[in-house]
T-cell receptor, first 110, second 114 residues
Framework: QKEVEQNSGPLSVPEGAIASLNCTYS??????FFWYRQYSGKSPELIMF????GDKEDGRFTAQLNKASQYVSLLIRDSQPSDSATYLC??????????FGDGTTLTVKP | SAVISQKPSRDICQRGTSLTIQCQVD?????MFWYRQQPGQSLTLIAT?????????ESGFVIDKFPISRPNLTFSTLTVSNMSPEDSSIYLC???????????FGEGSRLTVL
């Protein structure tokens, strides 16, 4: 079992729709959770982080965390073509190291 | 945030040679890491670069193949030794300001081994 698993892609949504990205992790000791966006040929950049159970909203992005289910998700509302990218889920333990999922490639069609 | 400069941005190398990648950060940082991203795949942690001491390597990565230096809190190097085509990848320097916090990435060094 992989330490961090993401829903297999690619994911395609029409412009204006909600994109839902999911991630599960195996280490119950994980403390912090991140979503990074990576455009083709570019480095990852942070979109959202979440530390506590529940929802966290930032603009069109909402991160959801359920530690009991070991589940993290990212919702993108009103998806735009510029949101087309690979989204990486990352999980940290107290050791400070980030373990990344394989990523989900999102395409938003105009 | 942090501004991270990596050199070289890309290189084409011959089998059996070695290449050193440099990572310079615009401010002192506690944590520096080296990741590898093979084509179409996600990021795999190679090692944690420790200031003034030997790097901490992840399973599957060894010091003889990937020697790392970190002489101070703003600079690190990763050497890919005795390269083979399987080492063709993007190598990313990343930094974190606190354990468990977000990571900032350099622009990566794209390495092609012929």
């Amino acid at each position: 079992q992989k330490e961090v698993e993401q829903n297999s892609g690619p994911l395609s949504v029409p412009e204006g729709a909600i994109a839902s990205l999911n991630c599960t992790y195996s280490d119950r000791g994980s403390q912090s959770f991140f979503w990074y966006r990576q455009y083709s040929g570019k480095s990852p950049e942070l979109i959202m982080f979440i530390y506590s159970n529940g929802d966290k909203e930032d603009g069109r992005f909402t991160a959801q965390l359920n530690k009991a289910s070991q589940y993290v998700s990212l919702l993108i509302r009103d998806s735009q073509p510029s949101d087309s990218a690979t989204y990486l889920c990352a999980v940290n333990t107290n050791a400070g190291k980030s373990t990344f999922g394989d990523g989900t490639t999102l395409t938003v069609k105009p | 945030s942090a501004v991270i400069s990596q050199k070289p941005s890309r290189d084409i190398c011959q089998r059996g040679t070695s290449l050193t990648i440099q990572c310079q950060v615009d401010s002192q940082v506690t944590m520096m890491f080296w990741y590898r991203q093979q084509p179409g795949q996600s990021l795999t942690l190679i090692a944690t670069a420790n200031q003034g001491s030997e790097a901490t390597y992840e399973s599957g990565f060894v010091i003889d193949k990937f020697p790392i230096s970190r002489p101070n809190l703003t600079f690190s190097t990763l050497t890919v030794s005795n390269m083979s085509p399987e080492d063709s990848s993007i190598y990313l320097c990343s930094v974190g300001r606190e354990p468990g916090g977000e990571l900032f990435f350099g622009e990566g060094s794209r390495l092609t081994v012929l």
